[in-house]
């Protein structure tokens, strides 16, 4: 018996990635229909770590906050896409949609501790109309704790050279 243990232990994940749209589904007809499903990710780089888990101040943003904990429960890193809500305030250099704020679509990494690593806002749209292209591609990669460097994409961005 402890033999299959220690080789089941051998062959256990260090990172799960979720798909495009793997978290609340692809059919959202308009900006509207989907701003409920939207969450404010902090941006990187922070001052001090960001850890949603167990953090009063996230819970306002369910879908980060239960994905952090999942992340330091079960001692694997989350790649996963989600919506980003960005008040205009926060691009005083870029200018404002109608609606008064930006909806990305993003992905994010959370380490093994419930740390947010990278966020990412996918530059190529492929008929999108409900998501808001960022001003200009930002390449976004990570350092996970096994020593791989992952560069980050959303599905239609992998056919342009620069993200």
């Not at 990635?17 to 969450?39: N, R, S």
């Not at 694997?76 to 205009?88: L, T």
Request: aromatic share 12%.
């Amino acid at each position: 018996k402890k033999r299959k243990e220690e080789s089941e232990s051998k062959h256990e994940a260090q990172i799960i990635v979720f798909p495009e749209d793997g978290l609340y589904g692809a059919d959202y007809p308009d900006k509207a229909i989907m701003l409920p499903f939207l969450e404010d990710i902090p941006d990187l780089p922070s001052s001090s770590p960001i850890i949603p888990c167990d953090d009063i101040s996230y819970d306002d943003r369910p879908v980060l906050q239960r994905l952090s904990c999942l992340a330091k429960k079960y001692n694997i890193i989350i790649v996963a896409n989600m919506g980003d809500f960005v008040d205009c305030s926060s691009i005083p250099s870029a200018p404002c949609p109608p609606a008064g704020h930006w909806q990305f679509n993003t992905d994010i990494a959370i380490d093994e501790e419930g740390t947010l690593l990278a966020k990412y806002h996918k530059s190529h749209l492929y008929y999108e109309m409900n998501w808001d292209a960022p001003e200009k591609p930002d390449p976004v990669s990570f350092n996970a704790s096994f020593g791989v460097t992952f560069g980050m994409i959303i599905c239609f961005d992998i056919m342009f050279e620069h993200p």
